[in-house]
């Protein structure tokens, strides 16, 4: 299972990025899928999630209202739509698969993405 990563930039704030998380080697239906974060100095936190079997969707509070994940099985690719970018969000976003979005046991971490909101 490896994933991989892109869509990330320098944007102001209040711009927007569209992240995608494509599959590499295996397919992304039967997956969930998760959004994560780590800004310089902080520890990883949980962003978004989007499970397999219903497509139910979850936001860290942080992100409520403004970021949309959203799959696309026939690409392969999971995406995260973030709008109303803050500084605060700048961070590398990588994404990992799971058997569910509380099961904890990610794995398939990408290389990661780098976002940057700054004026």
């Known amino acids: 299972v490896q994933l991989v990563e892109s869509g990330g930039g320098l944007v102001q704030p209040g711009g927007s990025l569209r992240l995608s998380c494509a599959a590499s080697?295996?397919?992304?239906?039967?997956?969930?899928i998760g959004w994560f974060r780590q800004a310089p100095g902080k520890e990883r936190e949980g962003v978004s999630c989007i499970e397999s079997s219903d497509g139910s969707t979850y936001y860290a509070e942080a992100v409520k209202g403004r970021f949309i994940i959203s799959r696309d099985n026939a690409k392969n690719t999971v995406y995260l739509q973030m709008n109303s970018l803050k500084p605060e969000d700048t961070a590398v976003y990588s994404c990992?698969?799971?058997?569910?979005?509380?099961?904890?046991?990610?794995?398939?971490w990408g290389q990661g993405t780098q976002v940057t909101v700054s004026s």
């Open positions: 990992a698969a799971d058997q569910g979005c509380f099961r904890a046991r990610w794995k398939g």
């Open positions: 080697g295996f397919t992304l239906d039967g997956y969930a």
